[in-house]
């Protein structure tokens, strides 16, 4: 139910880090593949490290056709590094899940000297979405969810208004090429709700709170927008050299 990634975006970064058809990817938290078909079609060789043993095994499912992909169940943290064995490391709306501390050390690691690294998020974009609908949205969950709303949340972990500067304040890498893509995603209620069912937030709720939070959330969709919202998104790519 997670919106996946504009083919544009995986051109763009084949072109930035001048790696093709035929290198050598590591892909950190490839969840069900939304990234990595994209990659595989391309004609990539793929290890794929994930955490979840869920996860890995839809993204096998959806790589079958594909025997340069593989899929690794474990977490980016316990994998035993192949140093200088990838030209191109890939993290998809996953790269902040990883300790801080391990994150770009490890992935220049297991790059050759002339390898980089592309980091993508996906995040939401109120200019693409139907007018009014996020800030609905976040009053229903003020009413029937108040621990989730935006003044009581955790701060969120990829965060970082200059994520480049990130990136390049590791010392491992330099300074990244960055591109955005704008695209929308329509849904009615039904799918609305199965998308957001795939937020850890909401699925930690207690039962009775999910439920009149998910019953409030489909009555302002289909009595305020006609069953039919737009959600806007920008999915970010920053792709940066070695050093």
């Not at 976040?138 to 701060?155: I, K, Q, Y």
């Not at 990829?158 to 010392?171: L, Q, V």
């Not at 699925?203 to 439920?211: A, K, S």
């Given at each position: 139910?997670?919106?996946?990634?504009p083919?544009?975006?995986?051109?763009?970064?084949?072109?930035?880090?001048?790696?093709?058809?035929?290198?050598?990817?590591?892909?950190?938290g490839?969840?069900?593949?939304?990234?990595?078909?994209?990659?595989?079609r391309?004609?990539?060789?793929i290890?794929?490290?994930?955490?979840?043993?869920?996860?890995?095994?839809?993204?096998?499912?959806?790589?079958?056709?594909?025997?340069?992909?593989r899929?690794?169940?474990?977490?980016?943290?316990?994998?035993?590094?192949?140093?200088?064995?990838?030209d191109?490391?890939v993290?998809?709306?996953?790269?902040?899940?990883?300790?801080?501390?391990?994150?770009?050390?490890?992935?220049?690691?297991?790059?050759?000297?002339?390898?980089?690294?592309?980091?993508?998020?996906?995040?939401a974009?109120?200019?693409?979405?139907?007018?009014?609908?996020?800030?609905?949205?976040?009053?229903?969950?003020?009413?029937?969810?108040?621990?989730?709303?935006?003044?009581?949340?955790?701060?969120?972990l990829?965060?970082?208004?200059?994520?480049?500067?990130?990136?390049?304040?590791?010392?491992f890498?330099?300074?990244?090429?960055?591109?955005?893509?704008?695209?929308?995603?329509a849904?009615?209620?039904?799918?609305?709700?199965?998308?957001?069912?795939?937020?850890?937030?909401?699925?930690?709720?207690?039962?009775?709170?999910?439920?009149?939070?998910?019953a409030?959330?489909?009555?302002?969709?289909d009595?305020?927008?006609a069953?039919?919202?737009?959600?806007?998104?920008?999915?970010?790519l920053?792709?940066?050299r070695?050093?």
């Open positions: 139910m997670r919106p996946g990634y083919e544009r975006l995986f051109d763009d970064l084949a072109s930035l880090s001048d790696k093709g058809a035929g290198a050598k990817v590591l892909e950190i490839c969840g069900t593949g939304q990234a990595t078909l994209p990659l595989a391309r004609g990539y060789r290890l794929c490290v994930e955490l979840g043993a869920n996860l890995a095994a839809i993204a096998r499912d959806k790589l079958a056709d594909y025997p340069d992909s899929v690794l169940a474990c977490s980016f943290e316990e994998w035993p590094p192949e140093k200088g064995a990838f191109l490391v993290s998809a709306t996953a790269f902040h899940w990883v300790d801080p501390q391990v994150r770009y050390r490890k992935s220049a690691q297991a790059l050759r000297p002339d390898g980089s690294l592309a980091l993508i998020w996906n995040r974009d109120p200019e693409g979405s139907s007018e009014g609908f996020l800030e609905a949205i976040e009053d229903v969950h003020r009413r029937e969810a108040p621990e989730l709303a935006p003044g009581r949340r955790p701060p969120r990829d965060w970082d208004p200059d994520k480049a500067g990130e990136i390049e304040r590791s010392g890498f330099e300074r990244p090429e960055e591109r955005v893509y704008r695209f929308a995603v849904r009615d209620a039904e799918s609305y709700l199965r998308f957001l069912g795939t937020s850890s937030s909401h699925r930690t709720l207690d039962e009775r709170t999910r439920r009149r939070l998910f409030a959330v489909g009555r302002l969709i009595e305020e927008y069953g039919r919202v737009i959600e806007g998104y920008r999915s970010e920053y792709v940066s070695k050093r």
